[in-house]
Each structure stands twice: as structure tokens, then as C-alpha cells.
């Protein structure tokens, strides 16, 4: 078994990755895309961090925050999954285009 310290570390890891994509592509180094990506791939493991901590963990099962991480686990798992889903969706809309000879560049 893991100890508890290294799962508080990956969520902590988690949100300062989330803290980077975002300060990334404000600067300008990370396409709508690829945010996309990021975002949901980040969500996801987050939910996986948090859900460590909440079983067996640090946090004791049965408390009122116990129930609040669970639920933001929930809650970002979704989010990640559906961030994930559109970015398959959006690279095959782009895939197409490219091998239909279109641009991809788009005004924005």
C-alpha cells in the first residue's frame, strides 16, 4: 500500500499541473486543442488523487468531507471525460480536413 503522503502529493501534483496548462496557454504556448486535451487528462487523474485520499486515506469514510471530495471527484472525472470526448471529436473534425486539403487555421 501506498503511503498516505505520496497520495496528498498527487493531488497536489495534479492541481499544479492544472495551474500550468492554464498559465501556458494563456501565454500563448498551448493550442485550443491541445487545452482541451490537457484539461481532460488532468481532470481525470485528479479525480483518481482525490479518490485515493478519500479511501482509506487521510480523510476518515463517513465524514461530511469525505462525501464533499467524493463528489469533486465525481464531478472532475465527468468533466475530464467529457473535456477528453470533445477533444477526439474536434482531432477527427481536423483530421478530416486535412486529408480533404482544407485549412485548419480558423479566425477566432
Same mark, same amino acid.
Given at each position: 500500500?501506498?503511503? $498516505?503522503?505520496?497520495?496528498?502529493?498527487?493531488?497536489? @501534483?495534479?492541481?499544479?499541473?492544472?495551474?500550468?496548462? @492554464?498559465?501556458?496557454?494563456?501565454?500563448?504556448?498551448?493550442?485550443? &486543442?491541445?487545452?482541451?486535451?490537457?484539461?481532460?487528462?488532468?481532470?481525470? %487523474?485528479?479525480?483518481?488523487?482525490?479518490?485515493?485520499? &478519500?479511501?482509506?486515506?487521510?480523510?476518515? +469514510?463517513?465524514?461530511?468531507?469525505?462525501? !464533499?471530495?467524493?463528489?469533486?471527484?465525481?464531478?472532475?472525472?465527468? !468533466?475530464?471525460?467529457?473535456?477528453?470526448?470533445? %477533444? %477526439? *471529436?474536434? *482531432?477527427? *473534425? &481536423?483530421?478530416?480536413?486535412?486529408? $480533404?486539403?482544407?485549412? +485548419?487555421?480558423?479566425? +477566432?
Amino acid at each position: 500500500m501506498v503511503p $498516505d503522503i505520496v497520495n496528498l502529493a498527487l493531488v497536489v @501534483a495534479y492541481v499544479l499541473l492544472l495551474g500550468v496548462v @492554464a498559465v501556458r496557454y494563456r501565454r500563448g504556448a498551448i493550442d485550443r &486543442t491541445r487545452l482541451t486535451m490537457y484539461l481532460g487528462l488532468c481532470l481525470t %487523474w485528479l479525480a483518481y488523487g482525490l479518490l485515493q485520499i &478519500t479511501q482509506e486515506g487521510i480523510v476518515e +469514510t463517513g465524514t461530511p468531507l469525505n462525501y !464533499a471530495l467524493d463528489g469533486l471527484a465525481l464531478v472532475c472525472l465527468v !468533466a475530464g471525460l467529457f473535456l477528453m470526448y470533445r %477533444w %477526439w *471529436r474536434e *482531432r477527427g *473534425r &481536423t483530421e478530416k480536413r486535412v486529408s $480533404d486539403g482544407e485549412s +485548419t487555421d480558423r479566425a +477566432t
